[in-house]
């Protein structure tokens, strides 16, 4: 699977951080595959020769975009996992806490999210580190749930678990790329997707 290497310089490190912050606004203005590399550099406020020294191609970007979504996306969750087992919390809070911090997450890069799950679709690397995306939030969402197994009556905690997990994501994946889950205004869906799952788990504090 492709990975962009660092560069050593700070100078060309600020560059490349602005060449994956213009393709990433563009990939959530829709507007990526239009834009020439000399508009790109432009906007990155860089040369044309810097983007084929940093990145080589367009391709490259996109992936070295995608690359860092997944990166943030997984540390900002490990970062939530951490404080909400330190967090004198119940079992219902934490799994509550947790999935309207993922909502939070996915909603404060919907855009680029859309764009990336929608190049997912014909695009075998995109595919696998979505997967590995996907894989690191259903064990984290398990960790959240089995840290407190007396409170979860569902017969196969485990296995519970993990297709919660799925179906959460499921439904994230779906509001993003339509912007809609039939009926559920968007105020409410954290509220209700938190109520599913708890519901599904059988989750009892008492």
Request: charged letters at 20%; hydrophobic letters at 45%; proline letters at 3%.
């Amino acid at each position: 699977m492709y990975s962009l290497a660092s560069p050593t310089q700070a100078r060309s490190k600020k560059a490349l951080e602005r060449f994956l912050n213009v393709a990433a606004e563009l990939l959530a203005n829709n507007t990526f595959e239009e834009t020439g590399i000399s508009q790109i550099a432009q906007l990155a406020e860089s040369s044309v020769g810097t983007f084929y020294r940093l990145l080589g191609d367009k391709d490259i970007l996109l992936y070295a975009v995608h690359e860092r979504f997944v990166k943030e996306s997984q540390s900002a969750i490990d970062e939530s996992i951490e404080a909400l087992l330190q967090d004198d919390l119940s079992a219902s809070e934490r799994i509550d806490r947790f999935i309207r911090t993922l909502i939070t997450l996915f909603a404060q890069r919907e855009g680029l999210l859309r764009a990336l799950i929608r190049r997912s679709s014909s695009d075998l690397q995109f595919r696998q580190r979505f997967h590995q995306l996907n894989a690191a939030i259903g064990q984290a969402f398990c960790r959240i749930v089995l840290a407190q197994p007396q409170a979860i009556r569902h017969p196969h905690p485990d296995q519970a678990a993990d297709l919660a997990a799925h179906m959460m994501l499921a439904s994230m994946n779906y509001y993003t790329l339509t912007g809609s889950l039939g009926m559920t205004p968007a105020e409410s869906i954290p509220q209700e997707l938190s109520r599913l799952v708890l519901n599904y788990l059988e989750v009892s504090d008492v």
